[in-house]
């Protein structure tokens, strides 16, 4: 396929996402500027994060072309719809209130931005898409604050929560996490947790969830589940990744799988190529088939005109307070980011694009990986 065919197959395509962050911050003063007042007063990561969140909102409201140049930032990546984490870093038992004001505090975004609207299904990703702007799916990657209390799932979809990753890393007390030293599955509560999830029309996310959390989800549900960023243990072997056994029973159950790109989790050296992706992509395609595949990058870089400094001052900073994205010693916050050779920054998605036509892709199964089976995958759940 020729160039010019890829780039504008890319533009033209509904493109779904998996990006935690949502946006990464242009450099604009005050933003650096609360940065590096947070980054000196050595405040946790969630307090560095909200800093940062409060900080675009105020540039967003106040800076017409600071909005025009995030709707641009935006263009040049050519995502349409993506799902962002409503909870932050290092969520606290029982504490709803970080959750509560991170959810407004994105509420607020999206009506400042101008170019973002809020998305709880198929249809409203469509029509958002038509309109040329970015739909905003909210997550969460942990229900910790929850506790036991299944009537917060409640107030939590109606302020527009559509994904809930059932558990992170860690145990908690709906089952194991990835990197939990036993894998003991669905608790009790954890099965009841997953049917509130189906009555209410929130999807299950298994991405982070241990070995049998996931095999029993997928068991347990009575609408079919997702894995939205991980990727294939086949080629990978690391707890974050999917085994074949459960991407077929997730196939048999019509589920989907998202793969994501995060260099740390797929390789061994800071900057490989996207053809590691792209693998992934052909491995889940050939178990599960074309269908039920897309991608979730879990971007974790930063925004072009991040100076270096910055980008490893804020590594440390997470890494000080304990924040590890995964298992083991391959995992820690690298200083300056890491990323893919053809794929330095967000806006350089198209990457992803032109491996998919390199691979010999048709135009048609491009459509259908990039965004094209996440919509039939909310169809099938009942998010239409």
């Known amino acids: 396929m020729e160039e010019e ?36 007063a050595e405040l946790s990561s969630p307090a560095l994060l909200e800093a940062i969140d409060y900080a675009r909102i105020q540039e967003l409201e106040e800076n017409p072309t600071f909005r025009e140049q995030m709707a641009d930032w935006w263009r040049q990546s050519g995502v349409n719809c993506v799902c962002v984490t409503v909870e932050g870093l290092e969520a606290s038992p029982g504490d709803t209130g970080r959750l509560m004001r991170d959810i407004a505090r994105w509420h607020r975004r999206i009506q400042a931005s101008g170019y973002m609207a809020l998305v709880t299904g198929a249809r409203s990703a469509e029509e958002v898409w038509r309109q040329g702007q970015v739909g905003i799916v909210f997550c969460m990657q942990d229900p910790v604050q929850l506790l ?4 917060i799932l409640d107030a939590l979809h109606g302020l527009g929560v559509r994904i809930i990753q059932i558990t992170y890393n860690q145990r908690n007390f709906i089952g194991d996490g990835c990197t939990e030293r036993t894998q003991t599955g669905l608790s009790h509560f954890g099965i009841e947790f997953v049917h509130r999830m189906n009555a209410l029309g929130i999807v299950i996310d298994l991405s982070h969830c241990g070995y049998q959390t996931t095999l029993d989800a997928i068991e347990v549900s009575e609408r079919p589940v997702a894995v939205t960023h991980s990727f294939c243990r086949a080629l990978r072997d690391h707890p974050r990744g999917k085994s074949d056994a459960q991407l077929r029973l997730l196939a048999e159950r019509d589920g989907y799988m998202g793969i994501l790109a995060v260099p740390f989790f797929l390789a061994d050296e800071p900057y490989p190529s996207i053809s590691l992706v792209l693998d992934h992509i052909d491995h889940a395609v050939g178990i599960m088939g074309l269908k039920r595949v897309g991608i979730g990058t879990d971007w974790s870089g930063f925004s072009p005109d991040a100076p270096d400094w910055l980008r490893e001052a804020i590594a440390r900073s997470m890494s000080r307070m304990g924040f590890r994205p995964g298992h083991g010693t391959d995992t820690a916050v690298r200083p300056g980011g890491a990323y893919f050779l053809e794929m330095k920054h967000y806006t350089d998605w198209l990457a992803i694009t032109r491996g998919l036509a390199n691979r010999g892709y048709g135009e048609e199964a491009i459509r259908d990986v990039l965004g094209r089976n996440w919509l039939n995958f909310l169809q099938r759940t009942g998010l239409e």
């Open 5 to 40: 065919r890829i780039r504008q197959l890319h533009q033209e395509s509904f493109i779904w996402d998996f990006f935690p962050e949502g946006e990464m911050p242009l450099m604009k003063p005050r933003i650096q500027r609360v940065l590096e007042e947070c980054l000196e």
């Open 148 to 151: 036991q209390d299944l009537s």
